[in-house]
């Protein structure tokens, strides 16, 4: 659709450049210097087709160059034609074409985003014409016509604009709605997911706890611990977790451990390939060391993923003595 509108408005710009250009070559009465006023039209033609095509395909913004070059042709155009003609025949319209063309070029520089250069070159159409014809007779003439393409051309590039960065917005609004309603869905899912794990996880230990009455034995007893635990570290820190984790938490409990984890989101913007290294090297530590209390915590740090604390019994030592285990886990992987 934009390829097609930039399409059509650079035709209308050719074909009214032309317009202008045949209106000055098909003079009425022999113009006195007509080499001058042949290289008015021939100047314009050049110029007036490089601001509309060069890098039109490339950038809807006018070279700087380029606009400069219109600045200054849009002077000499109007010296040229002048020159060219007796003072009795500057008000034909033969010899006016360079009012409309003015006014044109006007246009294409405020349409190609050179609204000073645009302007410009109205203030010395508005100079040179008033100069040559008079204000009152350039007005007649054409100026008018002029003045206000320039205005609506300016008021309409606003517009599109606007329409532009609105039509962006929104759509940007819509990406985040879309990506906002995608998250609930995976969060719904997770819950969903969490829920059906506690039911058959604490489903069988609570049966049992209720037709029992309360009267477990030892290794029933250690499974309501252990899926107790389990259910804690679900909702706590589920994105710590994979199979390896859970099984190493899990033996930690057997062995009489106590196993705390907390997530604070320290995993939030870390990939998925380098979380499941982080949870791996989470469980190859909960393995390869014993501590008769675990605390697991992924926090918000810049550089730290998880920290990984193991500390011995309380017994007569202080608290600094009686951590076994400290690791921590960078958010990025080690440069080899």
Known sequence: MNRTVRS?????????????????VWWIEQPSAPLLMVAAIA???????????WDSAISVRMPLWAALATLVSSLLIPVLVTLSLDPLTRTAPFATWYIGALGLMGVVCIVRRRFVIGWLV?????VTSSAYLGFFVALSLGLVGSLMWVVIAHLLVIFWDRAVRDTERLAGIQQAVSAWHATQQVRQKERRLRTQFAL?????????????RGSLTDEERLQARLAEGRLRDELRGADLLNDAVRDAIEDARRRGAVVTVFDEGG????DEERRATIRDELARVLRDADAERWIIRAAQDPLTAVTVVGRAGAGGQSDDDAVDVWHEIPRDAPEA
Request: charged content about 5%; cysteine-free; glycine content about 6%.
């Open 200 to 212: 058959a996880v604490a489903g069988p230990v609570l049966s049992r706890t209720v037709a029992s």
């Open 267 to 270: 995993l939030a913007d870390v």
């Open 122 to 126: 109205v203030a010395v159409l508005l």
């Open 8 to 24: 059509v408005a650079t035709s209308l710009a050719v074909g009214f450049a032309m317009y202008f250009a045949a209106r000055g």
């Open 43 to 53: 100047l314009y033609l050049v110029v007036v087709n490089v601001a509309i095509l």
